[in-house]
């Protein structure tokens, strides 16, 4: 793309501040920056002004209850390593998260979660996949999403440290999309005086991003049937966890989400439930008063509340669209350029767009919510302080026996 072409184009979308600093630029930094605003997916603006889609008709989703998952733990477990000893299950870990709320500017993954000894959140990880597959007496693969920002960083680390004991041929690192991000007014920052400021484009991208990559040649090669699908950042995490994988199996699933049961309507988590007869995500800001406080038996009928770990059959979801999610806005605090300057806000200042695992889920057929103990499972780290912070994951961490 040529000045000419990008300038005429840049007016017609109302985004020609990206060629404010153009006159100052060297040749080279041009070039860069008309390859930059070439490469840029300006339609996902569009999202900015679109009209929340009307919710259908929301049911709940009966979970299976802890209680229901002990008394079949032992068919669960020996059908689960069972799949596992096959190698047909894998795991992907979502690793390209920009952590703003964190406020630590390297990978998640890297965050030292030690008190006496450095732990970071990988080296936790990689010993839970470790002891799985040792269980199952083979090492499943594992696929780490990264984002253009973190993947060198990501993969130096993970040669540092010997990949943490487990088995390098079986890790493979993939890098996610971007998309532009942009003030509250719909402007699209610069990074700086020559490149346009994009952001990793949300965790819903992962399937779409392992495709283009080619690694999906691996997960064919090998006979993949499962895939778990995980944050980086629950300190409990627990990968290809042999019940969840038996129970949604044997259960005859397309899918299934580790959920935590809900008990305050005032909580706020994202809860897994039917919207017209599909399994579906609704966010705790979207959900009805009435049905948020809606109880049977005491506890209440709306329960599920999600946290980001899920099994997904590859066949269901090969038959999906992966392709075309649809983009939500995040407001979040974005450091870009301004007048000449890069600023680092202290507060959201414009929107990220960002595709969400919890579309695939709308997606499939049918989903198991398969409950976990808060306690033991789940301890996610958000906040530099707070709640979901350094310090609530370190209390668990100590309450689960881990020595830190
Ligand atoms: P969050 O939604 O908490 O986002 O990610 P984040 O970027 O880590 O943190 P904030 O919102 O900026 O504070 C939930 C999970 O999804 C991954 C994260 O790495 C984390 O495991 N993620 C998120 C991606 O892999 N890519 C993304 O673009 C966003």
């Not at 999309?177 to 994009?198: I, M, T």
Request: net charge negative; hydrophobic share 35%; aromatic share 10%.
């Amino acid at each position: 793309m040529d000045y000419d072409t990008a300038q005429k184009y840049l007016k017609e979308i109302g985004q020609e501040q990206l060629l404010e600093y153009y006159p100052e630029l060297t040749a080279a930094e041009r070039a860069e920056l008309l390859k930059d605003i070439e490469s840029t997916d300006f339609s996902v603006l569009e999202n900015i002004d679109k009209p929340p889609k009307p919710r259908g008709r929301i049911e709940p989703l009966k979970p299976l209850s802890c209680e229901e998952i002990s008394a079949r733990s032992k068919e669960f477990e020996e059908a689960g390593l069972k799949l596992l000893s096959q190698g047909k299950v894998a795991a992907v870990l979502l690793a390209g998260g920009q952590g703003t709320r964190l406020g630590f500017n390297k990978p998640k993954g890297m965050f030292d979660i030690g008190v006496t000894r450095p732990l970071p959140l990988f080296e936790l990880h990689m010993a839970d996949m470790l002891s799985v597959a040792n269980r199952a007496k083979r090492a499943f693969h594992v696929f780490i999403m990264t984002s253009r920002a973190n993947n060198g960083e990501t993969i130096d680390f993970f040669k540092q440290n010997g990949y943490f004991g487990y088995p390098e041929d079986k890790i493979h690192f993939f890098i996610q999309d971007v998309a532009p991000a942009c003030s509250f007014e719909g402007k699209v920052y610069l990074k700086n005086k020559h490149s346009v400021l994009s952001a990793p484009n949300g965790n819903g991208g992962w399937y779409k991003s392992l495709i283009s990559s080619g690694l999906n040649s691996v997960l064919e090669r090998d006979g993949v049937e499962w895939v778990n699908v995980c944050g980086v950042d629950n300190v409990l995490q627990r990968f290809c966890d042999p019940l969840f994988v038996g129970a949604t199996v044997l259960g005859g699933y397309s899918c299934s989400a580790k959920i935590v049961r809900k008990e305050r309507p005032e909580e706020n988590v994202g809860l897994l439930c039917k919207v017209d007869g599909r399994p579906s995500v609704i966010e705790y800001y979207e959900m009805d008063e009435n049905l948020k406080c809606e109880r049977e038996n005491g506890k209440l009928v709306y329960c599920n509340g999600i946290t980001l770990n899920y099994l997904f059959g590859l066949k269901a979801l090969n038959a999906v669209d992966c392709a075309h999610f649809p983009y939500h806005l995040a407001k979040k605090k974005i450091e870009h350029l301004e007048h000449g300057v890069e600023v680092c806000p202290a507060s959201p200042c414009g929107y990220k767009f960002e595709t969400l695992v919890v579309d695939m889920v709308n997606a499939m057929d049918n989903c198991l919510p398969f409950e976990v103990k808060r306690n033991k499972e789940f301890a996610p780290l958000k906040n530099s302080e707070g709640a979901d912070s350094v310090e609530t994951a370190r209390a668990l961490l100590i309450e689960n026996g881990f020595k830190l």
